[in-house]
């Protein structure tokens, strides 16, 4: 029986590691989340998306044929996808700054670096839970809003439509 | 005064969480929420992580060997590295996955550079990995005093190829 809560969710775990399958699978099932299914790479995501309703999904970054970014800019932007705001939570032993910023510019939900524990997956987990994400439609981007901090001394162009309305008068 | 701000290029959407499908609705998302933090769950997660300690370190293994055999095939070599910095520590093997992570901060620093890999570290990094893996003590001390000194060598051969 499912945990209170995540009953009916639907989780897609993608990943070419059939032990980090495993052991990805082993957690969800864990917090209660038992309906997960698994791919080998974002290809076979993507047919497994285009048949079953995902409402969650685990991705690793480097895979072949097709990689988690590519695989995420896939979901987020090609008119076929069938849940272009579906939360994507992409895990990855590549840490250098660059790659994290090519799965944050792909439209990643959230990034979880390797090693895995149960407790770093639960707290992504919740803050997709706790605090969902606007998403952004620009020029060159679709996918959850990237500026996660509200900076005062932020000194990049403006550009949204409601960057003016809160703009203070002194 | 208005904050100095350059004027706006195109217009950007923004879609709030209550305008899009959330992954739960928000009774569910409360249940689950107090269910993802509570102690039983973690013990659960708990008994997940350590029944899958086994095979996992198994495979940690098998992917020693692979590399050990790839020496020469650079590709192939970064390949399994990347497999086990990202895979070892998780399965506990921490001196294992650290050689590995510094083996591949060298390997990835210097491909983006341009610059020649040193075959000698990459060779003395392979060795690390399959004496650390193969240990049965995984943190001995040697073996973390091996990480540390490795990681410093490393540090110091990509501090000399910026600079030059």
């Not at chain 1, 052991?23 to 790479?41: H, M, T, W, Y």
């Not at chain 1, 839970?129 to 998403?135: G, H, I, T």
């Not at chain 2, 910095?85 to 650290?98: D, K, P, S």
Request: hydrophobic share 45%.
């Amino acid at each position: 029986m499912s945990g209170p809560g995540f009953e009916n969710l639907k989780a897609l775990i993608v990943e070419d590691n059939a032990h980090m399958r495993a052991l990805l699978r082993a957690l969800l099932n864990s917090a209660g989340i038992k309906d997960v299914v698994e791919a080998g790479n974002g290809q076979m995501a993507i047919e497994i998306l285009r048949e079953r309703k995902s409402d969650l999904v685990l991705s690793d970054l480097a895979m072949k044929p097709m990689d988690g970014l590519e695989f995420t800019r896939y979901v987020r932007n090609n008119d076929q996808s069938p849940n272009p705001f579906v939360p994507i939570i992409m895990i990855s032993g590549h840490t250098e700054k660059h790659r994290v910023q090519a799965a944050r510019d792909a439209g990643v939900t959230e990034f979880l670096a390797k090693p895995i524990t149960a407790h770093n997956l639960f707290a992504r987990i919740t803050e997709i839970l706790e605090r969902p994400r606007a998403f952004v439609r620009c020029n060159g981007y679709f996918g959850p809003d990237r500026r996660r901090h509200q900076r005062d001394d932020y000194a990049g162009p403006w550009r949204r439509k409601d960057d003016f309305q809160d703009a203070e008068i002194r | 005064m208005t904050k100095p701000r350059k004027s706006p290029a195109k217009a950007v959407e923004i879609i709030a969480p209550d305008s899009y499908p959330q992954m739960l609705s928000k009774p569910r998302a409360a249940r689950a929420l107090h269910s993802l933090r509570a102690p039983e769950t973690a013990a659960k997660a708990q008994a997940a992580m350590e029944a899958a300690m086994p095979a996992m370190r198994a495979a940690i293994l098998q992917y020693v060997d692979e590399m050990e055999r790839a020496a020469g095939d650079m590709a192939k070599l970064f390949e399994t590295a990347h497999e086990i910095r990202g895979f070892a520590e998780t399965a506990g093997m921490i001196t294992t996955g650290r050689i590995a992570e510094v083996l591949c901060r060298y390997m990835d620093d210097l491909t983006r550079l341009g610059r020649k890999l040193d075959t000698t570290i990459v060779a003395l990094h392979v060795s690390a990995i399959a004496r650390a893996a193969k240990a049965e003590d995984d943190s001995v001390r040697n073996g973390e005093t091996v990480a540390a000194e490795l990681a410093a060598l490393v540090a110091k051969r990509l501090s000399d190829v910026e600079q030059k």
